[in-house]
Nanobody, 126 residues
Framework: QVQPVESGGGLVQHGGSLRLSCAAS????????MGWFRQAPGKEREFVAA????????YYADSVKGRFTISRDNAKNTVYLQMNSLNPEDTAVYYC???????????????????WGQGTQVTVSS
């Protein structure tokens, strides 16, 4: 079992940057596909980025491609989301999620992820 815990959210100005971290407990982290999702007020939770267990495959939502970078450090059981050129439309609660151990396909759908963190708020001011 993997339990993700997000950190690094906060308030940032339009055009600024933030780096989110997700520390995941559990001995199987290095075999879990990880993803970042977000939910803005009044909207459904949506896919942001995902990364394979090895880190060599990444997927991004079109809305963040070229601005956000997902990465992982398996030695630290941590996945990161570097967010640059932030704009007010990026304001949301950001969630880290893990697929079940051993399921290696990198998915963009919420339903494919089994373990979820509590989320961290990101607010981008205009």
């Amino acid at each position: 079992q993997v339990q993700p815990v997000e950190s690094g959210g906060g308030l940032v100005q339009h055009g600024g940057s933030l780096r989110l971290s997700c520390a995941a407990s559990g001995r199987t982290f290095s075999r879990n596909v990880m993803g970042w999702f977000r939910q803005a007020p009044g909207k459904e939770r949506e896919f942001v980025a995902a990364i394979s267990w090895s880190g060599d495959t990444t997927y991004y939502a079109d809305s963040v491609k070229g601005r956000f970078t997902i990465s992982r450090d398996n030695a630290k059981n941590t996945v990161y989301l570097q967010m640059n050129s932030l704009n007010p439309e990026d304001t949301a609660v950001y969630y880290c999620a893990a697929k079940e151990t051993g399921y290696y396909r990198v998915d963009v759908s919420l339903g494919a992820y089994k373990y979820w963190g509590q989320g961290t708020q990101v607010t981008v001011s205009s």
